[in-house]
C-alpha cells in the first residue's frame, strides 16, 4: 500500500507563485517516475510535468518556462514550483508516482489532489 499526500494549494493572483508539494509512504522500495496532473472544471485531466529517478524532467508546452519540477528522493518528495501563474492554470492539481514495491511489484498512485486557483 502507498500513499501519497500533497500540499501547497490555494488561491494566487495572476503573475503569482506557489509551490506544491507530494510525499509519498508506505510499501516503497524504489519510485522510478514521479509527476504532477492537472484536471480544470469540464476538461480532461492532462499531464504537466514529470521527474525519473534520474532526474530528467519533461514538461506540457503550456508550462513550459513556468514551472519547475524536482524530487527529494531521501524524502519520497517531488515539488512543483509554478511561477507567472495565470488564470488557464486554475486546476486540481494531482501527483502520480509509479512505485515498486517491497513486495517487488509495480503501482501507479495517486495523491487526493490539492486546488489551485488563480484569480484576481
Known amino acids: 500500500q502507498v500513499q501519497l499526500v500533497e500540499s501547497g494549494g490555494g488561491l494566487v493572483q495572476p503573475g503569482g507563485s506557489l509551490r506544491l508539494s507530494c510525499t509519498a509512504s508506505?510499501?516503497?522500495?524504489?519510485?522510478?517516475?514521479m509527476g504532477w496532473y492537472r484536471q480544470a472544471p469540464e476538461k480532461q485531466r492532462e499531464l504537466v510535468a514529470t521527474?525519473?529517478?534520474?532526474?530528467?524532467?519533461s514538461y506540457a508546452d503550456s508550462v513550459k518556462g513556468r514551472f519547475t519540477i524536482s524530487r527529494d528522493n531521501a524524502k519520497n518528495t517531488v515539488y512543483l514550483g509554478m511561477n507567472s501563474l495565470k488564470p488557464e492554470d486554475t486546476a486540481v492539481y494531482y501527483c502520480?508516482?509509479?512505485?515498486?514495491?517491497?513486495?517487488?511489484?509495480?503501482?501507479?498512485?495517486w495523491g487526493q489532489g490539492t486546488q489551485v486557483t488563480v484569480s484576481s
Open positions: 502520480n508516482a509509479v512505485v515498486i514495491t517491497t513486495m517487488g511489484g509495480q503501482i501507479s498512485s
Open positions: 508506505g510499501s516503497i522500495f524504489a519510485i522510478p517516475v
Open positions: 521527474i525519473i529517478s534520474g532526474d530528467k524532467t
